[in-house]
């Protein structure tokens, strides 16, 4: 029977429990992650979140603000389309396919022109006069970075990615998958950013309306590429999300939310990268069935700190591969 109240353990009028932590990668001067989480997933406050990775290489000597300027427009932007999909008073929302349209074409090339025009403001106010004189292109790729960002409303959950990262859901009958992945996988460090000529046409989209407050995903989860390259596999990744499902279902978000840092640390001590990592867990959303059993705490692990070991989860083919590894990160060490 599907759940009609509010979700138990959170204040009224809030529908999502939410999650977010970023560490510094261990070779790194200088964290050049940021990430946001804004709103209640109502129609008045729709839950917003996004990450961004700045390349912060000395090319893009700058990504650590770009990161920054990322994520601020795209709140300001995932606002607007919050208020598009659900207006207030007696005017009329645009139809499902109006706002598909808007989500896929429209948005990212706002946000890619707001961002562009962010960047260029902030050289023009710090440079000096000793900096050479940079073209408009070689002034936008010190800003470099990827985004990866999500809005949730009673009506509908879109989100947008460009570059590299992850957005990973749980759907609510524990389905795992990571729907703006690329059809192929960059090579290297190589990635798509903000900072490549006509960016927008590289943004990825996904649309799903939500016909059912019991039928919205359980788990959202925006992650850089920090976290996902920690795992030898992407396998080892899947079951990761899993687990942490698993373990806000069994042990609440208060409980997990002291432990990912620790995660995260060992997560960016495998990869060298900035790890950060945001989600939102709607339990009013969790189906009847009991939960798994919890793993064993991370601080019991022979290996130190562990991310939990899911239980539940498929991926297309990678459903098919053997059993997981027994090192939490899928690495033999």
Excluded at 166 to 183: F, K, M, Y
Excluded at 215 to 237: E, N, Y
């Amino acid at each position: 029977m599907a759940p009609t109240g509010p979700p138990t353990g959170l204040p009224t009028g809030q529908l999502w429990d939410t999650l977010r932590e970023s560490v510094q990668g261990v070779n790194k001067t200088r964290n050049q992650d940021y990430c946001e989480v804004a709103g209640l997933g109502t129609a008045e406050e729709p839950l917003i979140m996004a990450v961004a990775d700045g390349h912060g290489s000395a090319v893009h000597a700058r990504s650590h603000l770009g990161s920054r300027f990322a994520v601020d427009l795209f709140i300001e932007e995932a606002r607007r389309f919050g208020a598009l999909a659900q207006p207030r008073g007696e005017e009329r929302p645009p139809s499902l396919a109006w706002l598909m349209h808007y989500a896929e074409h429209a948005f990212p090339r706002q946000l890619v022109s707001a961002w562009r025009e962010k960047v260029l403001g902030n050289w023009d106010r710090t440079s000096s006069h000793h900096e050479p004189g940079l073209s408009e292109e070689r002034k936008v790729l010190l800003y470099g970075s990827t985004l990866v960002g999500a809005v949730l409303t009673p009506r509908v959950f879109a989100a947008w990615q460009l570059g590299d990262g992850e957005l990973t859901v749980v759907d609510d009958t524990g389905r795992v998958t990571v729907p703006l992945a690329p059809a192929e996988a960059d090579l290297g460090d190589e990635t798509e950013s903000l900072c490549t000529p006509e960016a927008w046409l590289r943004v990825r989209t996904h649309w799903a309306p939500v016909t059912a407050p019991w039928r919205a995903p359980r788990l959202v989860a925006l992650s850089t590429d920090g976290l996902s390259k920690s795992f030898a596999s992407d396998r080892g990744f899947l079951q990761f999300m899993a687990g942490l499902d698993d373990r806000l279902s069994a042990d609440g978000a208060d409980t997990v939310r002291a432990v990912i840092p620790g995660w995260l640390a060992k997560a960016s001590q495998h990869s060298g990268d900035d790890t950060t990592l945001v989600a939102a867990w709607h339990p009013g959303a969790r189906p009847t069935t009991a939960p798994a059993p919890a793993p064993a705490p991370a601080e019991e692990s022979a290996d130190g700190p562990a991310p939990p070991a899911g239980t539940t989860w498929t991926a297309g083919a990678a459903a098919t591969d053997p059993a997981p590894p027994t090192d939490p990160y899928g690495r033999d060490e």
